[in-house]
């Protein structure tokens, strides 16, 4: 089963500045996808940004971008200058990749969630 | 707004009761994701429907069922309800089993 770590349960930034969240996560299979879900107060998950295992180049999003680490199992999210509507928890996914080996394994799973704060 | 829509917003109940929570898919949309965002638990994955089947399911508890219907609507009934049943309940739709989740916007479970 695959797992999915936030270590960080709350950041915070000045606004303009930049901030970095982590994540990790375990998994056996060489092929997935992997996200970052924004979830504001009003509690609608929206897909920030989107990263394919077997691609090498990292995703970017306007300011936001991703930093993939595929040996290390690392996948952060670098929010370039903040502002006050970044405010809300991230969340980290992993899904697995279509496979004959993955039929009914289309769901997500998500990390803990880091909450960020943006200082005006 | 992501096309999917969710009801009701907000449900307040007692132990011991039941309810069914509403789920209208994506026009297109084939595949249905029912997960649960707790405090204790975080987001996990319920159970995922596609064209009228259950197709996998999760950390569901048996007091837990739910459906897909001709229309492709879902509905998520929850019966026995226990105050750790209390939590934000999404639903999210595909096209297809390995396209893009599209989630609601949630509906907020009181039990009392």
């Known amino acids: 089963a695959q797992t999915v770590t936030q270590s960080q349960p709350e950041m915070s930034v000045q606004e303009a500045e930049t901030v970095t969240l982590s994540c990790t996560y375990d998994?056996?299979?060489?092929?997935?996808?992997l996200f970052w879900y924004k979830q504001p107060p009003s509690r609608q998950m929206i897909l920030v940004i989107r990263?394919?295992?077997?691609?090498?180049q990292n995703a970017t999003e306007n300011r936001f971008s991703v930093n993939f680490q595929k040996a290390a199992k690392s996948f952060s999210l670098k929010i370039s200058d903040s502002q006050l509507g970044d405010a809300a928890m991230y969340f980290c996914a992993y899904r697995s990749r279509w496979g004959q080996s993955n039929f009914g394994n289309e769901k997500l799973t998500f990390g803990t969630g880091t909450r960020l704060t943006i200082i005006p | 707004d992501s096309g999917v829509t969710q009801t009701p917003k907000h449900l307040i109940t007692a132990t011991g009761q039941r309810v069914t929570l509403r789920c209208s898919p994506r026009?297109?949309?084939?595949?249905v994701y029912w997960y649960q965002q707790s405090l204790d638990q975080g987001l996990q994955f319920l159970i995922q429907y596609y064209n009228g089947e259950e197709r996998a399911k999760g950390n569901i508890l048996e007091r837990f069922s739910a459906q897909q219907f001709p229309d492709l609507h879902s509905e998520l009934n929850l019966s026995s309800l226990e105050l750790g049943d209390s939590a934000l309940y999404f639903c999210?739709?595909?096209?297809?089993?390995?396209?893009?989740?599209?989630f609601g916007p949630g509906t907020r479970l009181t039990v009392t």
């Open positions: 026009s297109g949309d084939l595949s």
């Open positions: 999210a739709s595909s096209v297809g089993h390995w396209d893009e989740q599209y």
């Open positions: 998994t056996s299979e060489s092929d997935y996808y």
């Open positions: 990263q394919e295992a077997y691609k090498q």
